[in-house]
Structures are given as C-alpha cells and as structure tokens.
C-alpha cells in the first residue's frame, strides 16, 4: 500500500491523478482543510512520522521541504527507510526525497510518466547507469571498507570498470579488464582496498539445530565460528534455517537478529527428504525428531536441489550449524516458514486519534486481520491488502482459535479487540486457549498483546476525573459468571466505596442485573452520587451524560453504554465529575484563598 498525504483541497486532483496510477494507493487527508479521501488526519507530523514508521511508501502532494523538516527526527537509517516522494500539487514535479534505493526512484517515474510530469532523480550512478552502488539490490550486500564516492566519482569521469564474478544488475556499467577501478562478486571475506567494491550474493544458507533452551550467546558464537573458519562473509547469508519444531526456540531467532537475516523452519518431513545429501545421517536424530539431520538438512533444503553443502555440520555442547551454498542469490524469506506471529491489539473505542501508534504499526505489518465486523469496520484503510477474517458478536472463541490456527501456519496476524484488549477482551481467551487445549503448533507462535484506550479511561476523560480515586470494574454480564458470585463483588466494592465501572450493564435479554446491582449501592451511597452513562465512545453518535444514583433509569442502558458509579466522595464541579484523593486539602494557600 502506498498512501498519498494530501495537505490542501488544492491538490486532491493531483492525489487522485497518482491515485489512479499507483496500485492500491490511498488518499490520506489533513481533516481541517481536506475531505472526500480514503482517510483524515488531525497532525501532519504524526500521520507522517506513524506511517514512515510502519515502512509504508509515502506521495506528499505538497512541498519537499515540509516533508523533510517532520521526518528528520525518525532518520536514522537509510538501509531501512520506505520511499517518500514530493509531489507539486499542480503535478508539475515528482521528487524523491527518501528511499530512492527502495523503490523511490522506480515510483518517481511511473508517477511522472502517469502526470506527465518532470522527476528530479538525483542520485548520480542512478542517473548515468540506473544503477545504485552504494544500494545494491536485494539479494546483495556491499562488503563494508569499499569508498563508494570515490569509486562512482571515477566512474562518472570516464573510467571503465573490471568485474569478476557474475552480477546482471552491473552489466549496464562500462567494462575493461585493465581499470584500476574493480568490482569483486563473492561470499568469501575479503579485505577492503583502494579502487575495489565487493558485493555479496545471499546465496549462502545457515542450518541450526540446538537443545531446548540453548544459549543464544553460544549458538552465535557456533555460527561466527563456522562461518571465520570457512572464510565465508556472514553478509552472503540468505538466512537461517531449522526445522519447525524450533521456531520459537530463542538461539535461532538470537542468530538471525546478529546475521539481520530471516529465520525460518521447515516440517521434518521436508529436512527427511535430504538425508541422501547428509554427511552424517543420525538415527539418533530421528527417533527424536523424525528427521535424520536438521542443520545439514535445513540447509540444503534452504539452498534449493542445486545447492551443496560447503560446511559439514559443526558441534558445540548444545548446537550444530552447517552451511550450503545455492547456485544464486535468494531471498531468504522465501525458503520454509516463518515462526507466526499473533498480536492481540486493542483499538481503544474506535476512532483513529484514541489508537496507539504501536496498535496502528502491528496492523500495519500483519497478514491477516481477525476480528468482529464492526472493529475491522473501524480500522478503515489499515486494513487494505490484508486478509480479513470477519464473524459476529459471541464467536469470540471461534475467533481466537482462527487467529491462532493462522499463525501456526506461519502468518503474522492480529486479533482485533476493541478498548484494551486484556481487559474483558480477546487477550485473556488466546491464554486461556494456550493453557487449555493447545494444538500443534500454537505454543511456537510468538504471542504479543498491544494495550489500548479501555472503555473505562475513554469513559473518565470525558467526564472529568471519576477514577482519581481508588477504583474497580465489574461486568454485570451472567453468562460466564454466576450472578451470586457478581454479586458478592458488589457488595464488597460498595462496602470498600470504590468507584465503580460497570461492564456490559445490559442486553436485550439481560434487563434486570443493573436494576439489582443499583439496589445494592442505594443501599450505601447517597441518592445524590454521580453516576456517567458512557454510549458509543469515540464514535460519531457518542454520548456522555451524567445522573445520578437517585435518578438513574436502567432502562435508558444497553450493551454499548459503560456505566460508572462515583464513590462517596465523588463531586461534581460544573459539567465535570471527579473522586477528589485529597491533595488540594494538605496544601498550604495564601490567606482568603482555599482550595
């Protein structure tokens, strides 16, 4: 997904012009002076700073420089940044700013053909040659010591450039075998000299088995190890490989984060299929796995039917790697399965400027998308190019199965929850799931839970300060729990007076339990207590009243209205409630002033 930042009305035909142009592109909006796109923003550095963030291509249709002065802040590695182009809002000009090596630069110029535009690339091989040196493609690496600048200035002056080794993206450069300017293809280490760039293909596969609970420090020293004693440069590694039943084992995932390389996990039937290739088959190996090798294995089914083995399997007290080499570069992420990923992630009440940045880049990177209609309703264009998997409300332990089966499988997937999804949410049900009734697979997934917004805060906020005061939530809801057990925690929250909020108050079949719970605190409050019906929070029909205990009429509350009782001391001060903690009473005012 591309998203095009539109500033000003001025420039929606523009966005809409490159809309047309780029797949899948998206019209995000500055909402004070734009409408009619696909999303609105309220802060232009935030929008920019959150999408930038979650790796997402950006078309500013608006001035370079203001694009440059908001996202200075988060530039800090240019190996890793999405493209980010300016546009001018007549369509005039297309300049890439960021990430010309990442796309940037191929994007400028769909954009300024589809506009008939001009595009100011400045990146000089690139301009020459279309060729970056100093951002090879992907597959490659450059070998660190080379000086790029002084290489492609010589270049630019006219010299020509001797080649070893097979690289089809250098072909457009100017050959001769006797330059001083040399470019060497290799997954061996090398030593950096004056006039010569060495570029890695990934074409190298690392295989690793280890022990439950191997140390990560000594896995990666196994690894370094073997890879110095080969002479073979970690920078040609493709990725790291094992079999399955390791993917959530810490060593592997500690290696491909010191390699910054991919991890990923093959079935032992596939590892079982290489034994002819093993150097060593262990029968050992299979009577505990099923597999007769898994770092040689995993290795060569890594490097692909073509590939050998360079590297026999090595051992340490706890660890074996191996190494094999592929006929040519790969991706590393494309060879066996990732280790799945579920976050479980809270949307707070549903509108964008209650979501956490975290929650928005979670949804950002994932696969797949599981939740109740309406919450994926809510995300709006976050959820575009994403698997969907939609149900109704009380399908909530179909849900969590589905998003675990999902990322056993390999996805990277998110449980959508609205408010805090760990408080009566889907969180506490994926764990109890884990806990309950695990099927294979789920305990290597990795599982991460996004806070957000809880109704309870969302609810707070508007109201004023009620929870400035000790505070409990109850549901109210009997389906899962009895009502005598709901019941004795009313009574003991009313006889602590703590302000109370009140879950799932009532449904169309439950209209007796908020009736019975008022009862119980009519019983030690006053009739005069503060009492907020919270509806539809941070939504377009939201609504936030204030009656009090007295007055208050359940049959005014349904299933989306959050109901918070004030305590005792709980006061109200012109439109605003709030539970006083007594700190303006120990501070010392001027005479005639009070607090």
Known sequence: MTVILVLSAGAMDTARRIAAIVPGARIHGWAPRVS??????????????????????????????????????????????????????????????????????????EIGTGLGAAVAITTASDVRYGIALDEPPPGWSLAA???????????????????????????????????????????????????????????????????????????????QATLAEAGLAGAAVAGVYSLDLKAD??????????????????????????????SAPSAAVFQAVGCHGVAEAAALAAAGPDGILVVTKRKSA????????????????????????????????????????????????????????????LLGPLT????????????????????????????????????????????????????????PGWRRIAVQVS???SALQAAAARAGAPLGHDFCAISLSDLLTPWPVIETRILAAAAADFVIAFYNPASLRRRTQLER?????????????????????????????????????PAVVDMLTLVVVGATTSRRVGPWTYTPRGYAAKDSFPQGETP
């Not at 990732?338 to 549903?350: D, E, F, M, S, T």
């Not at 019983?523 to 009492?531: E, F, I, L, S």
């Open 451 to 453: 806070p957000g917004i």
């Open 318 to 377: 706890r660890a074996t790697c191996a190494v094999a080499r592929a006929t040519a570069p790969f991706a590393g992420s494309d060879r066996g399965q990732a280790q799945g990923r579920l976050a479980i992630v809270g949307i707070g009440p549903g509108c964008r400027d209650w979501r956490t940045p975290e929650a928005e880049r979670l949804i950002a990177a994932a696969t797949d998308l599981v939740g109740y209609h309406l919450y994926l309703d």
């Open 517 to 553: 719970a008022c009862a119980i605190l009519r019983a030690h409050r006053p009739a005069d207590t503060p009492v907020i019906l919270a509806r539809n929070l941070g939504r377009d029909d939201e609504q936030v009243t204030t009656t009090t205990l007295g007055a208050l009429d």
């Open 249 to 278: 084992e810490v060593a592997i995932h500690a290696v491909a984060t010191m390699l910054q390389r991919p991890a990923r996990f093959f079935a032992a039937a596939t590892l079982e299929a290489e034994t002819p290739r093993l």
């Open 145 to 223: 010591g080379g000086d790029v600048k002084a290489f492609a200035a010589a270049l630019l002056s006219g010299q020509g450039v001797a080649v070893t080794g097979t690289a089809p993206w250098l072909d457009a450069l100017p050959r001769t075998d006797t330059s001083r300017l040399r470019i060497q293809i290799t997954d061996a280490m090398t030593t950096p000299e004056p006039g010569l760039l060495v570029y890695h293909p990934h074409r190298l596969a690392i295989g690793v088995g280890c022990e439950r609970g191997a140390d990560p420090d000594a896995v990666i020293s196994l690894v």
């Open 36 to 109: 009619g796109t696909d999303a609105g923003f309220s802060d232009v550095g935030a929008e920019l700073r959150l999408l930038f963030g979650a790796g997402i291509p950006i078309v500013g249709v608006c001035a370079a420089g203001l694009l440059i002065r908001l996202l200075a802040p988060v530039l800090t590695d240019k190996s890793t940044e999405p493209p980010v182009l300016a546009v001018a809002e007549d369509g005039s000009a297309v300049v890439p700013l960021l990430g010309g090596h990442h796309g940037a630069n191929i994007l400028a110029r």
């Open 384 to 439: 575009t190019g994403k698997q969907h998997h939609g149900s109704e409300l009380g399908d909530e332990t179909a849900r969590a199965t589905l998003a675990l089966e999902l990322a056993a499988a390999g996805r990277s997937v998110v449980l959508v929850s609205s408010g805090d999804a760990g408080i009566y949410a889907m969180a506490t049900l994926v764990f109890e799931l884990l806990d309950r009734a695990p099927r």
